[in-house]
């Protein structure tokens, strides 16, 4: 888009030139008041002095100085492209207890916490609860499409922690979470990968093979990773509940705070991929 108006507006400012000369054909000029112009065209020149050279006119400067802007400010400024329709984009947050919220109170859950973060910070995101207690990642795939009638934007898949609670074989969960990543570009939908640790008690080698997976899966699939769903809560007594499984509701508040840039780095990709129609 900012290809085309470069062109059209460098043949307006040479239309202009030529104006100028006594053509007689329209002159292309920003009607500002006095100095303005003149001002803003000097200060294009002055930042951009290697532009080319129809550029450094200074009938055409000033709008060259506006396109800029215009740019800089596409590339720099928090992407906030909801707000700007008023219609939400939709995160699905899909995996197991940890999503569901587990021994929690209404209000307390890891969506419920994200959403209320994302709205904190400007960005109008509705985050679905996509979390199934008890949920391994056969359970997950199994019902993936069943929650893709929510038509999310992005998902933000957490799903392995039962399988390794389980002692099920790594490979068969690195095929499941591989299948519905599979699934999920198909769809077109991007997405944030949340890794899981295997308890250590399970011995050396499965935590290996275990821990591995999410790497593997977010080279494979070029897909944004979050190392560790629980980083900076698993094993702390006092953000877990009593089953020393699942996060309090301060366990929570901690997880939302260290995922909360990953989410949002996921939502900016989004929003940017579809402003380029991608």
């Given at each position: 888009?900012?290809?085309?108006?470069?062109?059209?507006?460098?043949?307006?400012?040479?239309?202009?030139?030529?104006?100028?000369?006594?053509?007689?054909?329209?002159?292309?000029?920003?009607?500002?008041?006095?100095?303005?112009?003149?001002?803003?065209?000097?200060?294009?020149?002055?930042?951009?002095?290697?532009?080319?050279?129809?550029?450094?006119?200074?009938?055409?400067?000033?709008?060259?100085?506006?396109?800029?802007?215009?740019?800089?400010?596409?590339?720099?400024?928090?992407?906030?492209?909801?707000?700007?329709?008023?219609?939400?984009?939709?995160?699905?947050?899909?995996?197991?207890?940890?999503?569901?919220?587990?021994?929690?109170?209404?209000?307390?859950?890891?969506?419920?916490?994200?959403e209320a973060a994302l709205r904190a910070k400007g960005y109008n995101v509705r985050v679905v609860n996509g979390g199934n207690s008890g949920d391994t990642t056969a359970a997950g795939l199994a019902r993936l499409d069943w929650m893709l009638a929510e038509k999310p934007d992005m998902v933000l898949l957490?799903?392995?922690?039962?399988?390794?609670?389980?002692?099920?074989?790594?490979?068969?969960?690195?095929?499941?979470?591989?299948?519905?990543?599979?699934?999920?570009?198909?769809?077109?939908?991007?997405?944030?990968?949340?890794?899981?640790?295997?308890?250590?008690?399970?011995?050396?080698?499965?935590?290996?093979?275990?821990?591995?997976?999410?790497?593997?899966?977010?080279?494979?699939?070029?897909?944004?990773?979050?190392?560790?769903?629980?980083?900076?809560?698993?094993?702390?007594?006092?953000?877990?509940?009593?089953?020393?499984?699942?996060?309090?509701?301060?366990?929570?508040?901690?997880?939302?705070?260290?995922?909360?840039?990953?989410?949002?780095?996921?939502?900016?990709?989004?929003?940017?991929?579809?402003?380029?129609?991608?």
């Amino acid at each position: 888009v900012l290809r085309v108006r470069t062109v059209v507006l460098k043949a307006a400012c040479e239309t202009g030139s030529q104006s100028r000369t006594g053509t007689g054909g329209p002159v292309a000029r920003l009607d500002l008041p006095g100095r303005g112009a003149y001002v803003l065209s000097r200060l294009a020149m002055t930042i951009f002095p290697r532009t080319l050279s129809f550029y450094r006119r200074p009938a055409c400067a000033g709008v060259f100085l506006i396109l800029a802007a215009t740019a800089l400010s596409v590339a720099g400024a928090p992407v906030r492209a909801a707000q700007d329709s008023g219609t939400p984009l939709t995160l699905l947050a899909f995996g197991d207890s940890l999503i569901h919220g587990y021994g929690l109170r209404a209000g307390e859950t890891f969506p419920e916490r994200l959403e209320a973060a994302l709205r904190a910070k400007g960005y109008n995101v509705r985050v679905v609860n996509g979390g199934n207690s008890g949920d391994t990642t056969a359970a997950g795939l199994a019902r993936l499409d069943w929650m893709l009638a929510e038509k999310p934007d992005m998902v933000l898949l957490e799903l392995g922690a039962n399988d390794a609670l389980r002692g099920l074989d790594p490979d068969r969960t690195y095929a499941n979470l591989d299948a519905i990543l599979r699934r999920l570009k198909v769809a077109g939908i991007p997405v944030l990968l949340a890794g899981m640790k295997a308890p250590r008690n399970l011995g050396a080698d499965y935590a290996r093979r275990f821990d591995a997976i999410f790497t593997r899966l977010a080279r494979v699939h070029d897909v944004p990773l979050y190392p560790f769903f629980l980083d900076g809560v698993a094993l702390d007594p006092a953000l877990n509940q009593d089953d020393g499984l699942h996060p309090n509701a301060a366990g929570v508040e901690v997880i939302v705070a260290r995922i909360l840039p990953n989410v949002i780095a996921l939502i900016t990709q989004h929003t940017r991929a579809a402003a380029a129609g991608g």
